[in-house]
Structures are given as structure tokens and as C-alpha cells.
């Protein structure tokens, strides 16, 4: 590697791919049901390969990524691309094409590749499965495909690729390997196969290549960090390769800087967002590199001070060899393009940038630093118009006792005499399966279909029907089903004020699934009631509690887009505070029961422990100044969706829920021990029919399974539930599954007494 390099100048560390009309999303599902061939779906795939190319070296880049296309997930592809392709699958004797879908989505018996999510982001990834014998080549050539594609056009790349020691570290070992193998034991034969790929891109022409290491972002052990230098040692000594960027994204680099700095790497992408600049002047390896400063959010939707991102620039100048500006990480996080919207605001319009606006940030941006002219440059303007001072006062006002109610054992006390309930007491996490004509009533009141009128007698019927069934069960504690919900978080965000909704702001959540997370953009407050009239109807149709239901603030601000000029917990407060005013009017109707879900809750844990602490005060702060202001006789529930708590487990004592229901079911009831070990005194419902999996347990696995968890928590503490909302199952699964968790409850009561 000795020829001179082009200068990157400004670039992005990726694009979206799913299509600007999620195109790909409706070609792949298309080919999944038979519709159509693999030509098709090819096609299709080279379509949108050419208008992202096209895009942005019109819109001026330095340099252009490329690979960035997947037909599913870059994690997949690695894997792919290195012949990670585990036994189970090639034994199924497939196409290429199929192999792939088939890691995905599993086929005829055969269980996919786990799927997780990538690092706090809410994308998720298929983990690759390693083992001793996983035997890496260079078995694909999809990097180079697309560089050739790419230059077939007319435009340059410089092809990203998952790093090879984040490859491994979020990787997983295969369930048959030997005891103390790790991925990370592979990595000499892997660099062989990243070094034959480095040769193959040198030889295409590439000049770059992007190696993404936001495995580097989160605490590393020592270990870890002499594999990285090691790596990049042995790579950046190869003679036939592009020049490297190596990437990291979603925080600071830390300890990771100096030792990639030490390595032969031409260039070191840094994320100026999620982390900062102040450790690089400092690291002298970085005066003869090229430094790619991500100073423009990646990942959110707002505007970029361009003069402050200018001036973060101009900073490092003296302290780097050459300094290019970029994003914070991939756009792959954000909507294609706000031209799109047509119903936005022109206040919020103003302050909003998606991918493809991101894209002329950074070109600006770029012109202006090496023309020096930074004076025309974009200023975030005031926030007047986001201030909401009554909500402001109420926030200025709270107090400590805001967040506290009276000690569990008085609750548990008045909530038993109010509620009187039997000891393994039975109810369901909120949702019941949502059947055609629930999808349609919403779908027919949002095109002016029906009018409310008529959605609202839907509804009607729908929850006296789900009401009665439960009753029919014999579950004692029940829910209204939650029919009108598209989505947890939308249902409060179109009701709550400081939210706005997108019509085409879709975000790859995995495969071809995509979300379209509401944009918080000010103030929030609620105008009205936003779950009263279903819940109190269905209260009134019934003796037996009804359990209202709300999605907790942690959760609502981790599945959308928030602003980012005022720390999150001070926003998570505002939320807390129109649920808090949720929870008074729901008892104020009579409702006894009031659960509040926060399934994100260990989404948002920081990557580094040393941010933890802080996070888990104002999230379980936030938790508490919406659900304090309950009287004692009031019982709180909250739904966490998964039981490996790890980090969290403190957080969820602190929550100081009466009743906490969590996903056990497929981990066998472990949690229970983890939650006595830390001293968790309080009702506790571990799931045991897991929603996730069609199948029906019978009487006796969930008679064996309560009876276990009723040796770890006394009765009267103890819930029997499902593990999760039932919404994406259908009744001929759930109403047995909920006969038979009742009939088991009732075996193990009458072995109590
Ligand atoms: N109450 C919600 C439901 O049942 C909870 C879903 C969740 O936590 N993911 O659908
Ligand atoms: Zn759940």
C-alpha cells in the first residue's frame, strides 16, 4: 500500500436500503410468497443499488459507500460472505438466495439465526453462529459485485464492511460448541479470509474500504483491545489492499483510538455525536491519518448545527493529518428524505434533516471547511416554539415525593383488601389476538371509511367480546384488549402533544420489517384522556378488575425520534407527567389496576457502564413520577418483555412496581432466583405460555412450571400469565393456552391448602 490516496473529503457510513417506498420490503415479501422469481427480486435489488449510487455522487460526496445494500441484514452478509454458513442450513440443499433467507427466517423445521439488536439502536441483527470447525473462506463476493456495479455507473466506492472483530465479538458460539471456545478464538483464520478480500477490492480498483468496529464503542477488555491492534497490525501490513478506514459509531472509541492509531490504518472514522472530539488531540498516531469527524447525527432526524459542527472541525485540524466529515454513523437509522412529508408542520419541517438531507449537510459542510468560508453556515435557531410553560412550571415544581408512594407492605395490604384476589392470581399482559375485523375497522376510520361513530361501536363489540371470554377462562384480572392500538408507543404519540407522525418516515427494524417512529419535537403534554373511555367501558361490562393500560415514558422515548436539545430525562419527565395525569383519571373512574409497560426499559442501557448509573436514575425516575401518584390502594403492574435482565436487574426493584410480569417461559424460571438473590419482595408474574411460538403447552408443563415458580415466590405473590402481549397470535393458540394456564393455576392451588 503505497500509492497515494484520493482524500475521502465528506462521505456517510451508510444509507438506508430498503427503498424511499420501501420497494424492497414489497419485492422480497413478494418472492418469499411465491409471487415472484429471483430475477424479479434482483432486479429490483440492482434498481435501488443504481438511484443510491446515483444520489449520492450527485449530491457531491467526497466518497461514495458502497455495499451498503443488503437484501436483508449486513450481519447476514458477513457471515455469508465468509462462509459462516452453519450446517443445518446448507444441508437444506438450497439456492444462495434461499440459504440466506432461510439463516433468516428459518424454513420447514429449521430455526433461523438468532435475531438481536444491534447495539443500542432499535435495527436488529441476525447473530452469527460460530464454532471450533467454522472454517472461514472468502465464499462470496458481494463487496466486490457492487464495487464493479458501482463503477459500471460511473461512481466510485468505497465498499463498507463489518470489521472483522466486531464480527466476532457479536457473534455467538454455535449451541454444540466445546465449553470455553469464543468466536473470538477464530479470528487468525478469519483475517486470512478478510486479507484474500482486501486483495480481490485492490485488484477491483476500490482505493478505500470502510471496516465498521462499533464493537469498539462498548467496554472492551484488554484482551479484546490487543486483538484489535493485532488485527489491524496484520491488515494494514498487507501490500494488496485499499487504504483503511475503520469506523466506530454509537459512542466514543475510548481506549480503542490510541491502539488503531498505533496500526498501519490510513484512516480512523470517529463518531462526534454520541461521542466527542476531546480525546484526540492527544493521540498523536492520529497526526499522520485521516480523521472521518461524524458530526452529523446518524441517527436522529434533526437539522445539524452546521457553524457548531464546523467549529468541532476546525478544532482537530492542528491534531490530525487530514480531516474529512461524515455522519455519526450509517443513515441506515433515519427516513430516506423529508421532501416526502407533506402534513408536517413548517415550524418542525425547519428543524428536520433525514438521510438524503444529511447527505447535503455533510457536503456543505465539507466545501465550506476547505474553502474556509464557514460564516454562512447553518445556526440551530432558539426553541421558543417548543416551550410549553405550564408544563414547564409542573416539572420545575416536583419534588421528591413526586416519586415515592407509601412502603410495598401497606400497598400490598390495602390493594389485597380492595382487590381481594386468590394467591397465583391469573390475568394477561394487555393485548388479545388482532383479528381482520380489528384491523380493518382501524384501517376503514383512518381513509373516512366509517365514521367514530361506527369504530367506536367496533371497538365496543370487540372488547365486550374479549371481556366475556376472559371471563368465560376464569382469569381474575382482566384486560380490554387493547383492539384500537396499531402500536404501543404511535397510540400515545398521536394523542399526546409535542408528537408528530410521519407519513413515509419508515426505518428498517429487521429484514423487511419497518417502523415508523413518531418525532418528539417539543414540550409534551396531554390535551385529553387518552385510554379512559375503552378502559372504563370495559370496566363497566364486568366485577372483575380491569387493568388499564399504558405505555411507560422509557419506552415511548426509545421507539421514537427525540429531540435532542434538552437531556432525555428532563423529556422522559414530561412524558411521565401525562401518564401520571393517565393514571389519576383511570382511578378517578374506578379502575383499580393500572399497568404501565416498559419493554425498552434495557434498550436504552448506555453501552459503557460508566453511563449506566445515570441513565437508570432518570429512566426509573421517570417510571416513578408517573405511576407515584397512585393511591396505595391502587396496584401498579409493569411488563418488561424479557427476563435476562443482566444490568437492569437493580433498575427493575427500583421501579417499585406492585406487580412486575416478565418473559420466563423460555428461560425456565432462572429469573426467579436472579430476583430473589437481589432482594425483590414484590408481586411478580413470570410468563409461562410463551407467546413467541404457536404451540399450545399443555396442563401438566404449566402445572410443573408454576409449581416451580411457586417454590421461589410465595403464592400470594405470584402471578400465572402469558409471557408477552397476545396481538400477534390468533385464538385457536391463545384461548386453549389460557384454559389450560387456569386449569394448572387451579391444580397448584389446591395443593397449597
Ligand atoms: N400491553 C402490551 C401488549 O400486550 C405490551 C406489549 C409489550 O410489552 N411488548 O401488547
Ligand atoms: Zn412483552
Redesign the pocket.
Known sequence: MNHPLPPIGSTVLGYPRIGPHRELKRATENYWAGRTGPAELEGTARELRARTWAELAGAGLGSVPGNTFSYYDQMLDTAVLFGAVPLRFRELGLSELDTYFAMARGCEGVAPLELTKWFDTNYHYLVPELAPDTRFTLAGDKPVAEYREAAAQGVVTRPVVIGPLTFLLQAKAAAGASKGFTPLDLLDPLLDAYAELLARLADAGAAWVQLDEPAFVADRTDAELAALARAYERLGSLINRPGLLVAGYFGDFGRALPVLANTPVEAVAVDLVAGSSAAIPAVTALRDKTVVAGVVDGRNVWRTDLAAAASTCASLLGSVGSLAVSTSCSLLHVPYDLDAETTLPAALRERLAFARQKVAEVVLLGRALSSGDTDQLHRTAGTAERRNDHVRGRIAALRPAHRHRAPYAERAAAQQERLALPPLATT????FPQTGDVRRARADLRAGRIDEATYTDRMRAEIRRVIELQEDIGLDVLVHG?PERND?VQYFAEQLDGFAATEHGWVQSYGTRCVRPPILHSDVSRPRPMTLDWTTYAQGLTSKPVKG?LTGPVTILAWSFVRDDQPLGMTADQVALALRDEVHDLEAAGIRIV?V?E?ALRELLPLRAEERKSYVDWAVGAFRLATSGAATATQIHT?L?YSEFGDVIEAIDGLDADVTTIEAARSHMEVLADLRAIGFARGVGPGVYDIHSPRVPDVAELTALLSAAATAVPPERLWANPD????TRGYAEVEPALRNTVEAVHAVRARLR
Open positions: 394477561t399482559i394487555g393485548s387493547e404501543m393500560m399497568q409497560d419493554p411488563h418483555c408477552c402481549g397476545l396481538k
